[in-house]
Nanobody, 114 residues
Framework: QVQLVESGGGLVQPGGSLRLSCVAS????????MGWYRQAPGKQRELVAS??????NRNYADSLKDRFTISRDKNTVYLQMNSLKPEDTAVYYC?????????WGQGTQVTVSS
């Protein structure tokens, strides 16, 4: 079983930055992809960025790649968010998926507002 715990969300002014963290614990990770998704009120959950455990490849939503950066240190994944906009307001979820299953964190709220 895998547990994911996110941290780093909060309230930030437009143009500001936040860094989200997600720590995966448990066992049975295997080769996996960790990533960040977000869901704004009334909208579907969407991929923000992802990164694999066995390769440096990063995958970004096209509209976010210039402002967001995903990184990883073993079983911890980070999301550096710069130049935040009000439309970035959402619950951000950490995800880990391997050949067997997909796991989700509880989510962390990011609010961009003046």
């Amino acid at each position: 079983q895998v547990q994911l715990v996110e941290s780093g969300g909060g309230l930030v002014q437009p143009g500001g930055s936040l860094r989200l963290s997600c720590v995966a614990s448990g066992n049975g990770f295997g080769i996996n992809v960790m990533g960040w998704y977000r869901q704004a009120p009334g909208k579907q959950r969407e991929l923000v960025a992802s990164i694999a455990s066995n390769a440096p490849n990063r995958n970004y939503a096209d509209s976010l790649k210039d402002r967001f950066t995903i990184s990883r240190d073993k079983n911890t994944v980070y999301l550096q968010m710069n130049s935040l906009k009000p439309e970035d307001t959402a619950v951000y979820y950490c995800n880990l998926r391997n050949l067997v299953q997909s796991y989700w964190g509880q989510g962390t709220q990011v609010t961009v507002s003046s």
